[in-house]
């Protein structure tokens, strides 16, 4: 039993910062970065939220889509920068968008492989149902970002993706997931603290995202091409049949690196890092509404979907059109 993508959408907030933006507050530079990462230059939230950028992203979804709104039975919502802990943005989604009572709503927080898992997830609670999915990825980055750190500040940006789909058992789908628990590679620490009249009050700490840049990046790489080559030895596809591997956009050197391992042409690897800069949750989403819109998911594709990221947390998906 695989999944029909019926509909992609996509937003980007307008604000773009590019790195030259960045090198006149930080001690860094354009040559630096685009060498390092690919990365030329971000958008950030200025005055958006999580909600209404993923509001957008979903209604393009739903209309490309579409589909009656009374067909949608499930939202999961990916991120690691919600608005509110409680209600999710799931449940607003459902407010805003004026989805049906009858519907299972939740967020899911995976990082960066948000997406992966959640088309995992929703392509499990679809089997036997006639209803569609919705599957949002989302953040406000900035939000977590420490500006006085420059080696992961110049990485993120904002943005929010969302596709509709639904289950089809004429497709092909696969999985290969991991998680390896780990606060020390890559963390954001709770905004909540423990502070009551009973209790001694904890040392404040801003919460913002840190990060062991290099172990992060091999375990990236080691993970990406572990999962890929697992998920592509379950459906029995070599690589080279592949049409698309659309990776998590965290650095054009990962991605370049798992092509490597992989020895796939890395032009069969697309990108657009290079204007968006690593939007976590949301990135994979973004990248498959612009694939979409450039007419690259055409019935039948082999395509491979690869997230990877804090929990430590890593999975591929292999699936047809
Ligand atoms: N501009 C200029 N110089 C910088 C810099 C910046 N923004 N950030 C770091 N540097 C400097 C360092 O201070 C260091 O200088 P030194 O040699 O004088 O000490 C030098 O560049 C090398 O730093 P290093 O951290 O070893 O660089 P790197 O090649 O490992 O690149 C990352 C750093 C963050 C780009 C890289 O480790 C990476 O991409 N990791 C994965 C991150 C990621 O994708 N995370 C999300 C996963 S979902």
Redesign the pocket.
Known sequence: MGIKILGTGSFLPPTAVTNDMLAER????DE??RS??GIGSRHFADGETNLSMATIAANEAIQTAGIDKAEIKLVIFATLTADNFTPSMACLIQRDLALPEDILAFDLNA??SGFVYSLITARALLQGSGGAALIIGAEVISRIIDFTD??????FGDGAGAAVIKADETKEFFFSTGARGDDEA?ASPSAMLNENPFVRREAEEPAFLK?A??D??RF?VECSAKSITEVLNKAGVQASEIDYFVL?Q??E??IASAAKKLKVPIGKFPMNIDKTG?T?AASIPILLDEMNKANKLKEGAKVVIAG???GLTYGAIYLTV
């Not at 930080?26 to 530079?29: E, G, K």
């Open positions: 930080i001690d860094t530079n630096w970065i390092r990462t990082a960066c420059r080696s992961t500040c110049i990485l890559l990060m840049g290099s992060v990046f990236a998590h965290a650095n050197r990962i690593n976590s990877f990221g804090g």
